[in-house]
Structures are given as structure tokens and as C-alpha cells.
């Protein structure tokens, strides 16, 4: 009596999905044999006609997807015999948002570089770009960027809550912030005295101000040096050469 080996029969072809990007779908083949005979289970998971998994002992299989679509996955389940069977199944794949850190300074002097750091990912292999709000008023100074550090000076005081958005070309969004206390910096003053000082002799006062946040500086005097202030609101004129404020007063001393 002569026997013809049967094929099996694929009974399903399933998968887990919709998943998302870099994250795992599971594949999961059911099939019989009208004979006792043992099955094995390949798998192409790029749709090139090609197994990338040959000849497994189970029909379960998992793999990652890493980027957004709809793949088709062939099957193949193939019995001792070389009795052979296939089928298919799409699994859908939608883009998976990116992730990330930004590390800011907690504190800052005002007009005092610093810079912010983003550390950012994406679960699929996504080529990331990064807009950047430098300081905190919802606009975006950077946009469409390759930088994850950047440069930064605030010049007033405050607190200020910067962000980092970052895209994934393909509509998924994170955006990321970070708070930065930015303190004030006391102001330096230049005092000098133009000409010679004599008794009863009027005297040029000159005072040049500097301040790190770019404040508006006003001027006050003690020219006795006895705590008791003599003159003040003044406000100061920029300096021709250095824009620096200057104020300049005659005073005469006894």
C-alpha cells in the first residue's frame, strides 16, 4: 500500500498587533497535519520572499517593528515529509512618540551663560529634531535643529521655564522643561574725581555703572563719605563709547 504524505493546513495566522513602534508584536501560527508528523514554522518578516526564521519548532514567534506602517508577514509550517503550507498576516505598526530629559542649572546670575542639555529618544528609529524656548514666553527661538545643547543667557531676574520640543518627523511630540531660578546681580560702579580737589573749588564728580542684567541703573551721592546720602535719582546717560551709563556732577567740598 502505498501513502501519500497530506500537507498540513494552516488554521490561523495572528498577531497581537496594533503595537507600536519598537515595541514587540507577537505572531502566532496555528496549524494540524492529518498525520503525526511534526511541524516546523518559518517566518519573513521584511515581505522580501526570503524566511528570516527557518524551520522553528513553535509557532510563536515575537518581533520588532521600528518604524510606523502596515507590514505583511509571510508563514510557512512544513511537515517531515517536506509537506508544506502558507499563509500570511499584516500587522499594523503606528508611531510611537519620542522621550526624554533636560538638564538646566537650578540657579543662574543674570547675564550669565549657561546651557541646557537633551537627552531625548525615540522608539523607533526616527531621526529626531529639536525646537528650543529659551525663555520661557511659548515661543520657540530654535526651531527645526540638530542641537541637543544650546547656549544660553537670561538677562533679568526671575524664574523661568525653559522647553525642549522635541519631533519625530512623523507627528509625534514631546515636549520637555526645566526651571532655572535666575538671580540679580548687585551692579559695579567706577568712581573717580576729574581734575584736582581744592577747598572751595568746584570739583567734577564722574560715576560709570555697569550691571550684568542690563538694568536701568539711577545714581545716588554721599560725598562726605558719612553715610548720609546728598543726591539721588539721578538717572544715568550712556556712555558714547562703551554705552556704559555715566552720570556726572559738579560738587564742591569745603
Not at 16 to 39: I, K, M, N, R, Y
Not at 56 to 81: I, K, L, M, N
Amino acid at each position: 500500500v502505498s501513502i501519500i504524505n497530506a500537507a498540513p493546513t494552516i488554521v490561523s495566522v495572528q498577531n497581537s498587533g496594533p503595537v507600536f513602534e519598537g515595541s514587540p508584536v507577537q505572531l502566532t501560527v496555528t496549524a494540524t497535519d492529518p498525520g503525526a508528523d511534526t511541524l516546523t514554522y518559518s517566518f519573513d518578516l521584511d515581505n522580501d520572499g526570503a524566511f528570516d526564521v527557518v524551520d522553528q519548532p513553535s509557532g510563536a514567534r515575537q518581533h520588532t517593528f521600528t518604524d510606523e506602517g502596515r507590514y505583511f508577514v509571510g508563514v510557512r509550517v512544513r511537515d517531515e515529509d517536506n509537506g508544506r503550507a502558507i499563509g500570511n498576516t499584516t500587522v499594523e505598526v503606528r508611531n510611537a512618540d519620542p522621550f526624554g530629559t533636560l538638564t538646566v542649572p537650578e540657579a543662574v546670575d543674570e547675564g550669565q551663560r549657561f546651557e541646557l542639555v537633551v537627552q531625548a529618544s525615540d522608539p523607533g528609529r526616527d531621526v529626531l529634531k529639536y525646537d528650543w524656548d529659551l525663555d520661557g514666553d511659548g515661543l520657540y527661538d530654535l526651531e527645526d535643529t540638530n542641537l541637543t545643547t544650546v547656549a544660553n543667557v537670561i538677562q533679568n531676574e526671575g524664574t523661568y521655564t525653559v522647553a525642549c520640543r522635541v519631533r519625530d518627523g512623523d507627528g509625534g511630540v514631546a515636549v520637555i522643561t526645566g526651571q532655572v531660578l535666575v538671580r540679580n546681580v548687585e551692579p559695579i560702579a567706577q568712581v573717580s574725581v576729574l581734575g584736582a580737589v581744592e577747598e572751595g573749588r568746584e570739583a567734577l564728580v564722574q560715576c560709570r555703572a555697569r550691571d550684568a542684567g542690563g538694568d536701568a541703573l539711577v545714581f545716588a551721592f554721599d560725598f562726605e563719605d558719612d553715610g548720609v546720602v546728598d543726591i539721588e535719582g539721578l538717572p544715568g546717560a550712556p556712555d558714547p563709547i562703551t554705552g556704559q551709563p555715566i552720570v556726572e556732577i559738579p560738587h564742591t567740598w569745603p
